[in-house]
């Protein structure tokens, strides 16, 4: 056939092999509701970097799931039956703080939802509403993927705005920013205030790639995943303090 010599060329042609396919994204999506679950599930299987996994209906199955199928990220619906999905994110993600473990991406019905704050203090990443475009959900858990936090700053001001109704458990002792020199411990406030990396360069007039330096100590000194778990602890430590923006 006509077609037999580029077929073969192409086989053989090393750059249309399996290194030339994107890295593949393990994705596992715990929700109560079956269509949600589906709708997503249809939508990140569609993307060649993203593979579903798994699926679970109630938060103790999303942990068994997860540790059994190691998921790079779980997508994790806050009410759940059985196990609600704060708790499940605390099982999945304790003892994982390292980069290689998985990471949590919250769903929500309401970008106001009570247990936001909550979400990040058991170490998610970051929230995503249900009604988001199938766009959204790609970009979110590739961003998550990827070690950032889903964590956009109009959030990021909210989150602050609410800190003073939401419990916390008062703040930790501040000996915990003991480890910080002067300008990581700026550039830890300029995070919890909303500030990209680039804004934050922008603020203290130093190079993008000094303060993505700055903020790797940062999360290294203070044993931290990502932005997310920086602002909770700003929160708490009293160095961001509601109505302080």
């Known amino acids: 056939m006509s077609t037999a010599g580029p077929a073969s060329s192409a086989a053989s042609d090393p750059a249309s092999g399996p290194a030339s396919r994107p890295a593949l994204t393990r994705c596992l999506i715990a929700d109560d509701q079956a269509m949600v679950r589906e709708g997503f599930a249809a939508v ?23 540790r059994e199928l190691s998921p790079d990220v779980v997508l994790m619906d806050v009410r759940m039956p059985v196990m609600d999905g704060l708790q499940a994110s605390r099982e999945i993600l304790h003892g994982t703080a390292e980069p290689g473990g998985p990471r949590v991406l919250m769903l929500t019905t309401f970008d106001l939802d009570d247990y936001v704050y909550a979400a990040l203090r058991a170490g998610a990443s970051g929230f995503l509403l249900k009604d988001a475009t199938a766009a959204e959900l790609v970009q979110a858990v590739r961003v998550v993927a990827a070690g950032e936090a889903l964590l956009a700053p109009s959030v990021t001001r909210r989150l602050i705005a609410d800190f003073a109704r939401v419990p916390h458990g008062g703040p930790r002792p501040t000996p915990v920013l003991d480890a910080l020199t002067q300008r990581e411990t700026e550039v830890l406030r300029l995070i919890a205030c909303g500030l990209s ?39 708490e430590t009293g160095l961001v303090t509601p109505g302080s923006l």
């Open 197 to 235: 990396n680039s804004e934050i360069s922008d603020v203290l007039v130093i190079a993008e790639q000094t303060t993505k330096t700055y903020v790797g100590r940062i999360f290294t000194k203070l044993g931290l995943r990502d932005r997310a778990q920086a602002v909770v602890v700003a929160y």
């Open 44 to 66: 990140l299987d569609a993307q060649p970097d993203l593979q579903v996994v798994g699926q679970a209906a109630d938060g103790a199955a999303a942990v068994a799931q997860a």
